[in-house]
């Protein structure tokens, strides 16, 4: 089983949220994440793609940091990644796809669907010559002890990687919560309703699933900060 260590961050870019936004002006960092397995090197998400007139309008400036600069930063290679998972089809996530032809791309049938009419995504980013799409519906495994989980609501498609370590569970929640601090805050509530003690609202259902499979720490799309619970 792999450990902790075998899961690495990198860092490949920025955008800025327009003035007019909930943070307004906010630098938003995008995040990959490459997970060292026995079976092989899984890439989380692929960085920020180009060309699409609006998204550079609304978000910019945006800064992109190239994927084989950013992974070389971790001794990797383009060539040595044998399959990758986007947490959903926005051009923030998959940008990057199209550099892996014939590798495996792991993503929901539903996002699959909905990317034809989704925001913030282009088509041939998605269906690239030479894309190796494996859709799912529904939770499957990449690799034993990775698997996608899906976690719908900021798209129909939204997908989480769980992964198993030798010191618990890691979740690579992408934009499941846009960070820890959202994230911590539908958590809590989830164990104050467990309790029984006190009303708390129903979470969402993709959250309840996420607090049911107990992560040691969760980590995010956007958000540099890290969550991992507390004891009681
Ligand atoms: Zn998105």
Sequence with gaps: MIGLDDIRRVRLGHYTMPADSSLPNQKIIVLAYVIRHPEGLVLFDTGIGEDHEEAERRYHPIVRRPLREA?????VRLEDITAIVNCHFHLDHCGGNPLFPGTPIFAQEAEYEASHSLEYTLPHVVDFEGAKLELHAGEADVAPGLRIIPTPGHTPGHQSLLVETREGRVLIAGQAMNDAAEYGRAEFAGRIRRSGNEE?????????????????????????????????
Excluded: C, N, T, Y
């Design 71 to 75: 992974l070389s930063s971790l001794g």
């Design 200 to 232: 708390a609202p129903e979470p969402p259902d993709r959250i309840d699933r996420i607090h049911e499979l107990l992560p040691r720490r969760v980590f995010f799309a956007h958000d540099p900060a890290v969550w991992e619970p507390f004891a009681d």
